[in-house]
């Protein structure tokens, strides 16, 4: 799904109206739905999973698509971490600490990692929501 949008990010600028669906588009969220149910997961967490993966992919592209515009245009006002000063420290300790870092900590970001690590917590509560419900109504 990353993929495949990613190599058409006027479709992710549409899609963040929030009001348009391709039919041709929702074989992913199938495949998506599936692989859910079929590693454990309801179909109410599978659907919530597909979100929730939904949510990551869409925001990393747009996010990238907003690094983009900003490098065709060097002259604009400056972002994190170059806006940090000596005296954030006090309020943004972590931040502080790791804003010489930043841009080497964040090159060799791999969202498949991360998207990855996301799937491994969501499976990881298969069967959770249903069990929590059932205990408490017992």
Do not use: N
Not at 6 to 31: F, I, N, Q, S
Not at 107 to 120: F, N
């Amino acid at each position: 799904m990353h993929g495949t949008l990613a190599r058409m990010p006027w479709v992710v600028e549409v899609l963040g109206l929030g009001d348009l669906t391709d039919k041709g588009a929702l074989w992913m969220v199938e495949e998506i739905v599936g692989a859910g149910v079929a590693c454990g997961l309801t179909p109410a967490e599978a659907v919530r999973a597909y979100r929730t993966l939904w949510h990551c992919v869409h925001g990393d592209l747009v996010f990238r698509r907003a690094m983009e515009r900003r490098a065709e245009d060097p002259g604009r006002k400056r972002y994190f971490p170059d806006m940090l000063t000596d005296a954030d420290a006090a309020e943004l300790p972590h931040l502080a600490a790791l804003a010489d870092q930043w841009a080497e900590l964040t090159e060799d970001y791999d969202v498949s990692a991360q998207l990855g690590a996301v799937i491994d917590g969501l499976l990881g509560r298969a069967g959770r929501e249903e069990r929590v419900g059932r205990e408490a109504t017992d």
